[in-house]
C-alpha cells in the first residue's frame, strides 16, 4: 500500500508552471479505500471488535468503500481551492489524505511544505480553558512560546468568544458548538501555512465572523501560502476562491474557475 508523501520544507514537488506559479500539492491518481471488518452482520458489538483484536483474526466479513477514485490535480503557491461536491462524495476524505492522515490505496500525494488541516471537529481539550488551549494549540502547529505570546490577544480578538464575557478562561467543555469552532479557527488562522486546509470552518459563526475568515484566508493567500476550502456554502466558495474542484462519487467530475464550475454544480444539483 503506497501511503501519502510529503517532501521536506526544503525541496520542491516539481518544476514551476509555464507561468512561473509554483505547485504545492501534487495528487496523482490518487485512489482511497476505507475497509469495514465484520460489515453485514449482526455482531458488529465493541465486544466483538475486542475479540478479533485480542485473537489477531480479522472477521471474514470485509466491506470496501472506494471513496476516492483516480484523482488527480495540481494546485499552485497563493491559490485558494474550492472543494464541492455533496454529501459523501470525498472532499473531507481526499484533504485528510493530502495532510497525511490517511493512507492511499494507490497514486501519490506530494506536498511541498507541511499541510495544515483545520476542521470544525478538530480535537482541543474540553477540560482545559480556552486560554491554555489557544497556548497549546499553538505549539501543536509548531508556534515557539513566544510566537503564542505575541499572538495570544490577536488570536483571541479575532474568535470574538470574548465579546460576551470572559469565556476564555472557562473550560472549553462550557462552550458553544460555534464558539469552539471561532477559537480553532483563530488558532489556525494565527500561523502562516505552507499548505491550510479548511473543512466547513466558515459555516460556523455570524456574518461578521464569517466576513473576518475570508478576510483572513485572502491574507494568507497574500503569505504566498496555498488554501483548501471544503463547503456546502457556495457564497462562502464565490468569496473566497478562485479555483473549484468539484467531487462527485469520489471522483473529480469538474476542475476550473471558480464561476464556471459553481454554475455547472448548481445546474446538477437543481440549487
Not at 525541496?11 to 469495514?36: L, N, Q, S
Not at 488541516?117 to 480553558?129: E, K, P, S
Not at 464569517?210 to 468569496?239: C, M, W, Y
Request: glycine share 12%; aromatic share 6%; with cysteine.
Amino acid at each position: 500500500m503506497a501511503v501519502a508523501e510529503t517532501t521536506r520544507p526544503t525541496d520542491t514537488v516539481g518544476p514551476a508552471a509555464g507561468d512561473g506559479r509554483r505547485p504545492t500539492v501534487i495528487a496523482d491518481d490518487v485512489h482511497i479505500v476505507y475497509r469495514v471488518y465484520g460489515a453485514g452482520g449482526g455482531r458488529g458489538s465493541a465486544t466483538a471488535a475486542l475479540n478479533r483484536i485480542v485473537r489477531r483474526r480479522p472477521s471474514g466479513r470485509v466491506r470496501e468503500v472506494h471513496a476516492v477514485k483516480g484523482v488527480s490535480f495540481t494546485a499552485y503557491r497563493g491559490e485558494a481551492v474550492g472543494l464541492i461536491g455533496s454529501n459523501g462524495s470525498g472532499k473531507s476524505t481526499l484533504l485528510r489524505a493530502i495532510a497525511g492522515l490517511l493512507p492511499v490505496e494507490s497514486g501519490k500525494v506530494y506536498t511541498d511544505g507541511q499541510p495544515s488541516l483545520l476542521g470544525v471537529n478538530a480535537a482541543l481539550l474540553n477540560d482545559l480553558t480556552g486560554e491554555r488551549n489557544v497556548v497549546l494549540g499553538g505549539l501543536a502547529m509548531g508556534m515557539s512560546r513566544e510566537e503564542v505570546r505575541e499572538r495570544y490577544e490577536e488570536i483571541v480578538d479575532f474568535s470574538g468568544i470574548n465579546e460576551k464575557g470572559d469565556f476564555i478562561t472557562l473550560p472549553m467543555r462550557t462552550y458553544s458548538s460555534g464558539m469552539a469552532a471561532r477559537l480553532r479557527f483563530s488558532i489556525a488562522a494565527a500561523k502562516r501555512h505552507d499548505v491550510l486546509m479548511i473543512d466547513e470552518a466558515l459555516a460556523t459563526g455570524d456574518k461578521k465572523f464569517q466576513k473576518r475568515s475570508e478576510a483572513r484566508i485572502r491574507e494568507l493567500r497574500k503569505e504566498a501560502g496555498t488554501v483548501f476550502l471544503v463547503s456546502h456554502n457556495n457564497k462562502s466558495i464565490r468569496d473566497t476562491c478562485d479555483r473549484v474542484l468539484w467531487l462527485e462519487k469520489g471522483e473529480l467530475r469538474m476542475d476550473g474557475p471558480t464561476e464556471t464550475v459553481l454554475k455547472a454544480y448548481e445546474e446538477f444539483t437543481g440549487k
